[in-house]
T-cell receptor
Framework: EDQVTQSPEALRLQEGESSSLNCSYTVSGLRGLFWYRQDPGKGPEFLFTLYSAGEEKEKERLKATLTKKESFLHITAPKPEDSATYLCAVQVGAGGTSYGKLTFGQGTILTVHP | DSGVTQTPKHLITATGQRVTLRCSPRSGDLSVYWYQQSLDQGLQFLIQYYNGEERAKGNILERFSAQQFPDLHSELNLSSLELGDSALYFC???????????????FGPGTRLTVL
């Protein structure tokens, strides 16, 4: 069974204090790993897609990286508006039966204090 | 704004009742996905439709059903509601959702269902 585990469950940072969120996965046939940001009561907002080990993507203060077993979301000099829950999800392909479904981790709740 | 719309935003109903949640995908997207988010289970995939046809099923209860119409909007029907069905229900859409490719899913704002 596909498994996605995110750590830590919650992370509290001071404004400007850089850190990383971890997403480890156990799947067969990874087609893509996705990062989303979710604000309370809102729908997940797409951030990044990573397809293969060694790939990196950046957007403003966020950088996502991928290895064969895990992905990291690095947050550089965070601001209070970066406070949200960050979700990691995997999309797998096994014999063409999985199609597009995403399997999500439980998320990391990030709080950035001014 | 992702371009995916969902109605209603909030729904309060009683146990045993039936409700319908509606989703309109982004313009040009052919695939629609339904997810349930509860505090203890996180985001769970329910069902996927592609161009009107069911493509994949996840942890969807028999009391739940969905369909995608010719104009590509989708409805999720929940019947014989129980207290445990209270959750956020999200719809997402993507261009294809094919077996071989990978495309991004964009989520709607969700419908918060409360069963009393």
């Amino acid at each position: 069974e596909d498994q996605v585990t995110q750590s830590p469950e919650a992370l509290r940072l001071q404004e400007g204090e850089s850190s990383s969120l971890n997403c480890s996965y156990t799947v067969s046939g990874l087609r893509g790993l996705f990062w989303y940001r979710q604000d309370p009561g809102k729908g997940p907002e797409f951030l990044f897609t990573l397809y293969s080990a060694g790939e990196e993507k950046e957007k403003e203060r966020l950088k996502a990286t991928l290895t064969k077993k895990e992905s990291f979301l690095h947050i550089t000099a965070p601001k209070p508006e970066d406070s949200a829950t960050y979700l990691c999800a995997v999309q797998v392909g096994a014999g063409g039966t999985s199609y597009g479904k995403l399997t999500f981790g439980q998320g990391t709740i990030l709080t950035v204090h001014p | 704004d992702s371009g995916v719309t969902q109605t209603p935003k909030h729904l309060i109903t009683a146990t045993g009742q039936r409700v319908t949640l509606r989703c309109s995908p982004r313009s040009g997207d052919l695939s629609v996905y339904w997810y349930q988010q509860s505090l203890d289970q996180g985001l769970q995939f329910l069902i996927q439709y592609y161009n009107g046809e069911e493509r994949a099923k996840g942890n969807i209860l028999e009391r739940f059903s969905a369909q995608q119409f010719p104009d590509l909007h989708s409805e999720l029907n929940l019947s014989s509601l129980e207290l445990g069905d209270s959750a956020l229900y999200f719809c997402a859409s993507s261009v294809a959702g094919s077996a071989s490719g990978t495309d991004t899913q964009y989520f709607g704002p969700g419908t918060r269902l409360t069963v009393l």
